[in-house]
């Protein structure tokens, strides 16, 4: 899975620690939170019990886009689709089938 990942990208963008923003990472001071209400595009928006992503945080982005869900996995992690496979995966093609129906 993470065999092509360059680390110095990595670190560059986020800095040496997965769970927050370290030394002089790119990222550290991007916010656009601000911009997430222009988004129109269907939006699912995936969190899970086991992520180091606060769920409420990412239902609350959901909602923030135009045309946003939120997917909670129960028995997931940041791989859902692989730790909790038929939440993630059933969720997904009902997203997909419901932003294929002209309803929508």
Known sequence: LFEHLNPNIYV???GHSEFGM???ASLKNWD???QLKNIKVPTLVIG???DTMDPK?????S???QNGRFLFCANGSHCSQYD???TYFTGLIKFIKDVND???
């Open 12 to 14: 560059f963008m986020q």
């Open 22 to 24: 370290t030394g002089n």
């Open 32 to 34: 656009v939170t601000a």
């Open 48 to 50: 899970a019990k086991y």
């Open 57 to 61: 945080h990412l239902e609350w982005m």
């Open 63 to 65: 909602n923030e886009v």
């Open 84 to 86: 909790d496979q038929k």
């Open 102 to 104: 002209p309803k929508f």
